[in-house]
């Protein structure tokens, strides 16, 4: 290791030293497809460029010769539009190890590159005919013989070092509190002594172990645990995710001893069928970030001995504390904490920028240790991916069917809920063509602006929000929208309806005998479910139904129904339609009369005949 931040130390000692596996990949390798890159991108006067890598390895080679380069990096951390347009506005090329679909600027293909630095990329590798010929531009610039110019790395007995321009940096973007997006700057001097201060407290540097992964490089917990303490420490590098538990235990049989960069969302789907005692032998560290691990999965790994590492931070503050039998969290050496009146934690640390403000809310314990309790904005993990809730809401605002939303953790388990006001368009597209329509097309959009997690699982559509005068909805009201069914709508007195003919309705007016009520047809009526998918309406039994249940409610009848007489069912009630319903008591026939309209078409009308209270 290094503590010089003008470069890197690898601490691989010779040409055949074994980088990467899976395939292998030894240091001569790593260094010629680095020093191929940086010559390149030199040739090609590049500035800045985007990365999108499935193989670590070359990954790693790609940051390298990048920054060697003196080029910029931009690190997407998926390839929706949004990110696509974030990296298209700021870099001039796309490095990659895959074939990008409909890109917008050129692809270098890094896993094309040989040994020889003079080969060209094949015209199938370009993207369009002008990139084709400034590629091999690029390409007859450079020297035709590796030995012609001396590569980047200078030789030293621990290894190879290279060194890198003071103002080498990564950019990542993350979601911001605010749902939009925010772009944080990593300097290579932060993520060079975090890199080391983790070395140091786990004593990485004498540990002989092949590091596999089921979280990307991507992001920040990848780039940090799976490119830069490997590189630093020496360790080997597996280069494909293993994303499965399965995949990720017949990988750990393959060496002798392994690191495991992985997170709850994986440790909590460890399935019984593992080979348990097989692994845990093999096992030198279990390193989880990117949420809390469930209580319940943490002290099933605990007590199977297994060596398990948590690791609390985020993309702007990095690495923040660890935890491994203790239930407190511990601050890395060198990271100061600082609480405001609200107990909301700032962290101020070697890789910061200054003082980062989080919306973490802790308790201190002492100096020394501290508690999560949880926190004060709308950002959350989901399978542990940050996802913005004001950004999900933001792009399904895009939509013209969408008025207001509320997106929330689902009270029935799994993923996102959202609580949507249709506009009018939207009102007539779910009465034109049912609720699975609108989800659907709803979903597509937000789909194009955020990870596929983020997307909600389960909808309501109540006619309102039930925000507050500070326009918040509480967390028991969007338990009570997913978990009680809606039945009925909310009925209200009103004046009698003056479109009511007096010819259907002989009954005097009298306090006690009549009611006339008003409503709105909710959304999410549970009738709607069988009467139609594609076209809803309250079928004329709930209506029927509705009418004795609101006589009783208001005390006009009592006693047992006899028979239902003169039941008409007239016209379709829709969902969202206004509704006045009236009712009249005949105490001397012991007769319930009552009708339902829309406006002033009758929907259903007819008498409940009781039995006498003999």
Not at 361 to 369: C, F, G, K, Q
Not at 443 to 471: C, G, I, K, Y
Not at 564 to 576: G, T, V, W, Y
Not at 578 to 584: D, F, G, R
Request: net charge neutral; charged share 20%; glycine share 4%.
């Amino acid at each position: 290791m290094s503590e010089a931040t003008g470069g890197i130390l690898l601490p691989f000692p010779h040409a055949d030293s074994l980088v990467a596996t899976r395939p292998a990949m030894r240091r001569a390798q790593f260094e010629a497809i680095v020093n191929q890159l940086q010559r390149q991108l030199q040739a090609r006067g590049c500035t800045h460029a985007a990365l999108w890598f499935e193989d670590t390895a070359l990954f790693s080679c790609a940051l390298l010769g990048c920054w060697a380069a003196g080029v910029r990096v931009l690190l997407a951390p998926d390839l929706l539009g949004d990110t696509r347009a974030w990296a298209q506005a700021d870099a001039a090329l796309w490095i990659s190890d895959q074939a990008l679909s409909d890109p917008a600027m050129p692809v270098l293909r890094l896993d094309a590159l040989t040994h020889t630095p003079a080969a060209p990329l094949s015209e199938t590798q370009a993207n369009t005919q002008a990139d084709t010929q400034a590629i091999k531009r690029a390409d007859r610039a450079v020297p035709a013989a590796a030995d012609a110019v001396p590569s980047v790395f200078q030789e030293r007995a621990e290894g190879l070092f290279l060194p890198l321009p003071a103002d080498a940096c990564a950019f990542l973007r993350t979601s911001g509190s605010s749902g939009a997006p925010r772009v944080i700057r990593k300097r290579f001097g932060q993520l060079h002594a975090e890199a080391l201060t983790l070395i140091r407290a786990w004593s990485l540097h004498a540990l002989p172990a092949t590091l596999i992964a089921s979280v990307s490089h991507q992001h920040m917990y990848g780039l940090t645990f799976r490119v830069m303490v490997p590189l630093h420490a020496g360790l080997v590098l597996d280069r494909m995710p293993s994303r499965y538990p399965e995949t990720l235990a017949e990988q750990t049989q393959m060496y002798e001893q392994c690191i495991w960069i992985t997170s709850p969302a994986l440790l909590q789907r460890l399935p019984d069928s593992l080979p348990w005692s097989a692994l845990r032998p093999r096992l030198s560290r279990v390193v989880s970030a990117g949420g809390v691990l469930a209580e319940e999965t943490r002290k099933g790994l605990l007590q199977r001995q297994w060596p398990l590492h948590e690791i609390y931070g985020s993309t702007e503050t990095g690495v923040i504390a660890t935890r491994h039998r203790q239930s407190c969290w511990t601050p890395l050496p060198g990271v100061r904490l600082e609480t405001d009146s609200e107990n909301r934690l700032a962290v101020c640390s070697p890789w910061t920028e200054g003082t980062e403000q989080t919306a973490d809310v802790i308790s201190r314990s002492d100096e020394n240790s501290f508690t999560l309790l949880g926190r004060t904005d709308r950002i959350l993990k989901l399978e542990d991916k940050r996802i913005s809730l004001n950004r999900v809401e933001q792009a399904a605002l895009s939509h013209p069917y969408v008025s207001d939303i509320h997106c929330a953790p689902s009270p029935l388990a799994g993923r996102l809920c959202a609580m949507v006001e249709l506009s009018a368009e939207g009102i007539a597209a779910f009465r034109q063509h049912g609720r699975r329509h609108v989800i659907q097309a709803v979903s597509t959009l937000v789909r194009e602006e955020v990870d596929p997690l983020a997307v909600p699982r389960h909808w309501r559509f109540p006619l309102a929000l039930p925000r507050n005068a500070q326009s918040k909805i509480t967390r028991q009201q969007v338990h009570d929208c997913f978990t009680q069914q809606v039945r009925s709508p909310l009925w209200e007195r009103c004046a009698a309806d003056p479109s009511t003919n007096p010819s259907e309705n002989p009954l005097p007016t009298a306090p006690d005998t009549e009611r006339c009520l008003s409503a709105r047809i909710p959304m999410d009526l549970v009738y709607f479910q069988g009467h139609f998918p594609s076209f809803p309406l309250v079928p004329g039994v709930v209506q029927l139904g509705w009418a004795l249940a609101q006589a009783r409610a208001h005390k006009l009848c009592s006693g047992q129904t006899h028979r239902i007489e003169n039941l008409k069912f007239q016209h379709f009630l829709r969902p969202a339609d206004p509704c006045t319903m009236t009712l009249k008591w005949d105490n001397d026939k012991r007769k319930l009369y009552f009708t339902v309209r829309t406006g002033a078409t009758m929907t259903a009308s007819g008498r409940i005949a009781f039995a006498d209270s003999a």
